[in-house]
């Protein structure tokens, strides 16, 4: 795989990825050039990874302590064409989808500011751990503009429809605790490597579970969130029936019967 980019950071440790945005002195802003690297990691990482050699989790980061993502790159937009203008927005809807549909969970560790794209690009990870310093916010209101990464679509569906207005139309911050409140983060830490630690440790007692049912699980969760519950217990009947083929499922019911740890394949 193609670890070089200017503006990211992409390491894998004990089956571990971890993307970094790398461009602290922007507060780690999110550039046409962060999007096309994003894009082109996701995309390489997505078709490399279908048999879990690379990483089982994933972790999304900001560098260095001030922000993870303080949105958009504002100075980069004051130039923009209306045909760049909408590359620059299919390049980040797409990458909030390949988060989506990446075979494995990705955990969004938040340090410091998450706005606008920034807190958008953090809702389509799986889900979200922050620091005391975290603060979310969708701000685009306050620039003349709606936020474009999915906003007005995933906020809604993490902390209600009349919460994420509320956040919207204000463009207001959201300190961590009430973050943590209405359900938008996870789990809380002192420090940026406490938050990390926690999430590795996480995802590493994850791993001792089937990768393959995990992905299934991630995967039936994410389409049910867009269909109406008959529709999405349709396709969780489906995925259900279909993961009796797999190795995993086998692994995983005998070794219960022959009081054993399971060993996944993730086949
Ligand atoms: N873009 C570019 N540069 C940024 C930036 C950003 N979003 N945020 C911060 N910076 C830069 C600052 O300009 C400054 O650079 P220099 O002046 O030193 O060169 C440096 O980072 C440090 O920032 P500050 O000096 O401002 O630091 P402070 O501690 O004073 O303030 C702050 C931190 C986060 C409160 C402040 O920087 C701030 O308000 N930043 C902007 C936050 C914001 O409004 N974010 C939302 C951006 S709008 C679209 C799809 C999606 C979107 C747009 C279009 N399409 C469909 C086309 C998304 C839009 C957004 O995300």
Same mark, same amino acid.
């Given at each position: ?22 461009? %602290? @002195? ?6 046409? +050039? ?11 990482? @997505? ?16 560098? =260095? ?10 100075? $980069? ?6 045909? *760049? ?7 980040? +809807? ?23 794209? $920034? ?18 916010? *969708? ?7 709606? %936020?474009?990464?999915?906003?007005? +679509? ?16 204000? $463009? ?7 973050? @943590? ?29 089937? %990768?393959?049912?995990?992905? =299934?699980? @991630? ?27 797999? *190795?995993?499922?086998?692994? $995983? ?8 740890? %399971? ?5």
């Amino acid at each position: 795989m193609n670890t070089n980019y200017e503006t990211l950071l992409f390491e894998v440790e004990n089956n571990i990825a971890t993307i970094t945005v790398n461009r %602290p @002195k922007a507060l780690n802003a999110l550039s046409e +050039q962060v999007h096309s690297e994003l894009n082109s990691l996701l995309r390489e990482f @997505k078709e490399e990874n279908k048999d879990f050699s690379i990483a089982k989790g994933m972790i999304l980061t900001g560098a =260095e302590d001030k922000a993870f993502i303080a949105g958009a790159d504002i100075k $980069g937009m004051t130039t923009m064409t209306a045909d *760049q203008a909408e590359t620059f927005a299919r390049l980040g +809807q797409d990458n909030t989808l390949l988060f989506e549909s990446l075979n494995i969970p990705v955990i969004a560790c938040v340090n410091g500011y998450a706005l606008g794209g $920034g807190c958008e690009m953090a809702m389509s990870c799986d889900f979200i751990f922050a620091t005391k310093t975290a603060v979310f916010g *969708q701000p685009e209101v306050k620039l003349g503009l709606i %936020p474009g990464f999915g906003g007005t +679509q995933r906020l809604s569906k993490l902390v209600g429809r009349n919460r994420a207005k509320e956040i919207t139309y204000s $463009g207001r911050n959201v300190g961590v605790e009430e973050a @943590k409140e209405i359900g938008l983060v996870v789990s809380v830490f002192e420090t940026k490597e406490e938050m990390i630690e926690g999430a590795t440790t996480y995802l590493s007692k994850m791993m001792r579970n089937s %990768p393959l049912a995990i992905h =299934e699980a @991630k995967r039936v969760m994410n389409e049910g969130n867009d269909l109406v519950v008959s529709e999405g217990l349709n396709v969780e009947a489906k995925a259900f029936g279909a993961i009796f083929n797999s *190795q995993d499922m086998k692994e $995983g019911t005998a070794a219960f019967v022959e009081k054993r740890k %399971p060993v996944f394949t993730g086949k």
